[in-house]
């Protein structure tokens, strides 16, 4: 079993920025692959970005270039770094890690609203 905990959300103007953290916690879990996904209101779940544990990254299109996922292997954290936000960036954020069995674990989700 694994807990994330997350950290970061909030309220912020277009164009400003703001990091969020997670935190995974469990019993001698390996883990594979780490990342953020997000819900904005009425519409799907989707993947914002992900790192997997030898460093390789993927990022949706409406992200590239603003923002940037990193991970410690060692402490099991992973960290969005968001710049140039925009009103479209507004949901709920869920960070995830997949185990090397490929079992999913999600944390609770964390707001952020980008408004003027």
């Known amino acids: 079993q694994v807990q994330l905990v997350e950290s970061g959300g909030g309220v912020v103007q277009p164009g400003e920025s703001l990091r969020l953290s997670c935190a995974a916690s469990?019993?001698?879990?390996?883990?594979?692959?780490m990342g953020w996904s997000r819900q904005a209101p009425g519409k799907g779940r989707e993947l914002v970005a992900r790192?997997?544990?030898?460093?390789?990254?993927d990022y949706a299109p409406s992200v590239k270039g603003r923002f940037t996922i990193s991970r410690d292997n060692a402490k099991n954290t992973v960290d969005l770094q968001m710049n140039s936000l925009k009103p479209e960036d507004t949901a709920v954020y869920y960070c995830?890690?997949?185990?090397?069995?490929?079992?999913?674990?999600w944390g609770q989700g964390t707001q952020i609203t980008v408004s003027s």
């Open positions: 995830f890690c997949t185990t090397w069995g490929g079992t999913d674990y």
């Open positions: 790192i997997m544990r030898r460093g390789a990254t």
């Open positions: 469990g019993s001698g879990v390996g883990l594979n692959a």
